[in-house]
């Protein structure tokens, strides 16, 4: 994670991110529901784009952690 980030910037680029990731599966299927296998994997597949853009250094439990 760039040292300059807060963690309310941080908050802020996750939740960007993970409603992005969302209008993506909606995009591309016409709904989202997490539960269903290929919509999970859409979803997962651009969430972690963006946050590896942004986050590559970082776990995935580090991040979670940071945005709870």
């Known amino acids: ?3 300059n980030i ?3 910037q941080a ?3 996750f939740e960007s991110a ?4 969302e209008a993506s599966v909606v995009a591309q ?3 989202f529901d997490i539960f269903k296998p290929r919509h999970g994997a859409a979803y997962d ?3 972690f784009l963006v946050l590896e853009e942004h986050f590559g ?3 995935l439990p580090e991040l979670l ?3 709870g």
């Open 6 to 8: 807060t963690i309310a």
């Open 18 to 21: 993970s409603a992005a990731a």
């Open 11 to 13: 908050k802020a680029i």
């Open 65 to 67: 952690s940071i945005v």
């Open 29 to 31: 299927f016409g709904e």
């Open 57 to 59: 250094d970082m776990t």
């Open 1 to 3: 994670m760039n040292p």
């Open 45 to 47: 597949a651009a969430l």
